[in-house]
């Protein structure tokens, strides 16, 4: 069968594609920008990729019109405080483009929405549902509460959390209930409800066999780990400050922090387990799910992660607009020196950020990240999906990876942090030297005056980081 996927560099997308290539599917890939898109090589050979933007309605012509069923896994709740009206305007422009194919058969992955009085990121689903099912085709919507899974937001934040502060004094929601379920049970119910009559025209709720509050969620998720942990509930703790509390202590943005509050006080409960029947799905325990995404973890096998999205940082540009670094009005800081052994030398770039930090005066970076925090920035804490990995695409900290190709010797990054001006960070191999370039283009006055106030630290840190990866510096 032709399957269209839409949201193949999500994270619920890039854990799709390859089990539906897998199944022998002929899968078209919809990506927003595809020099971003870096499916594993076993597939690439197997699938097409066509660009398109669902907020531009020409762009969906690109849709072959010979496609049998579809996946709507796409969002923009992180992207801008109006996304109700982005998803709407979306789900709107692709289902009158859809209705122009063959298509059979239509598979949302929305929210669970069963209260009477429902938040905005949950009536925003809902409304995408409505949308999606005027379409002459067969529809299923599958809704899902948290899902648990490595590299997700969910997971993510839990672990923040429950890592970070012994004792924790939270709001109310956070006796909230709740029904996790792990990701592998999403990808499960996704593949085996394309296509299948017995899922035509109707929603189902997918849930694993839990029903818990937030706060019995972090205390098993401390359990699992052996860490003791205090959990304080308090009723004073109002929206705003609970979404404050929950952007700086963890690595979501300001956007999905304020959804994620809204939500977490409505109850999201399955009504029905029918669908696990249906397609034959045991869903895997909150404590199972956890200890699965944990193996991943610990055998860096994470396939996707939330961070990754360029929903983690607000932007919504492609890397083409960025990739030619600028050279008229900018002020560049470039060094260069001999490196020991080159594979060293490359493997250090390859490693730098995350847990192994910038090599040099790293109290200095993440004294920037928590000062981006302040301004409602992306901060340092997003760290990197893989320890030894980088695609393009990525979230490094607070830089997007534009280009890296380890054989050139060559990684080059786009700060997402809030600036007067737009950055870039290169690592460049030749000649036996390694070239290490920050650019800044500035924003008027405020940009400069920015660069000279930051531009003595640069001997310091830039030198000391060249260093360090070149070899000459313990």
């Keep these: ?61 690109a849709i072959p019109k010979d496609i049998d069923g579809t996946y709507y896994l796409v969002h923009s709740m992180s992207a801008s405080s109006d996304y109700q009206v982005l998803e709407q305007e979306s789900a709107i422009n692709f289902r009158n483009a859809i209705n122009k194919t063959q298509v059979q058969h239509v598979v949302y ?45 969910s997971f993510e934040i839990i672990r923040d959390l429950v890592e970070k502060l012994p004792i924790m004094v939270t709001p109310k929601w956070l006796n909230t ?12 119910f996704l593949s085996k409800s394309i296509l299948n009559p017995k899922t035509y025209n109707r929603d189902f709720d997918i849930g ?19 860490l003791n942990r205090k959990i304080y509930t308090i009723p004073v703790m109002t929206p705003r400050l609970s979404s ?25 409960i ?75 030398c490359i493997e250090k770039i390859w490693s730098i950020g995350g847990r192994t930090g910038w090599y040099s005066g790293d109290w200095l970076w993440k004294f920037r990240g928590f000062i981006d925090k302040l301004v409602g920035g992306v901060g340092l804490r997003r760290g990197r999906t893989s320890p030894n990995s980088i695609d393009v695409g990525d979230a490094l900290d607070f830089w997007r990876v534009l280009y890296a190709n380890k054989n050139e010797g060559r990684l080059l990054l786009f700060a997402e942090m809030k600036l007067p001006g737009e950055a870039w960070l290169e690592f460049r191999i030749e000649s036996g030297e390694l070239i290490q370039t920050a650019t800044f283009r500035p924003l008027g006055l405020l940009g400069r005056l920015y660069w000279y106030i930051v531009f003595p630290f640069h001997g310091a840190i830039f030198n000391g980081m060249l260093k360090k990866i070149t070899g000459y510096k313990d």
């Excluded at 905005?120 to 899902?147: C, D, P």
């Excluded at 202590?249 to 304020?258: E, G, H, R």
């Excluded at 699965?292 to 083409?320: L, Q, T």
């Design 270 to 344: 399955c009504r029905s387990t029918e669908l696990n029947y249906i397609l034959d799905v045991t869903p895997l325990s909150y404590k199972e799910s956890l200890a699965k995404a944990f193996a991943k973890i610990e055998n860096n096998e994470i396939v996707s992660s939330w961070k990754d999205a360029y929903a983690s940082s607000g932007i919504s540009s492609h890397i083409s607009d960025f990739i030619q670094i600028p050279t008229f009005g900018c002020f560049k800081d470039q060094r260069k020196m001999a490196f020991k052994d080159r594979e060293d």
């Design 1 to 61: 069968m032709k399957i269209l996927l839409t949201g193949a560099t999500g994270y619920i997308g890039k854990r799709l594609l390859p089990l539906l290539v897998e199944e022998g599917h002929d899968v078209v890939c919809c990506v927003r920008d595809i020099d971003r898109f870096n499916p594993p090589s076993s597939i690439r050979s197997k699938i097409t990729t066509i660009q398109i933007d669902l907020l531009d309605k020409d762009s969906l012509d």
């Design 177 to 188: 209930r709740c029904q996790p379920i792990g990701i592998s049970d999403v990808i499960a």
């Design 208 to 226: 694993g066999p839990d029903i818990l509050s937030y706060k019995e969620m972090l205390l098993a998720f401390s359990r699992l780990r052996k």
């Design 109 to 153: 992955l929305s929210g669970i929405i069963n209260e009477t009085e429902l938040s905005k990121h949950l009536a925003s689903r809902k409304t995408v549902e409505l949308e999606l099912n005027k379409g002459t085709y067969n529809f299923t919507s599958l809704r899902a509460g948290i899902i648990i899974g490595s590299g997700s937001a």
């Design 244 to 268: 404050y509390w929950l952007y700086f202590v963890t690595s979501t943005s300001y956007i999905l922090a304020v959804a994620l509050v809204n939500s977490m006080k409505v109850e999201v």
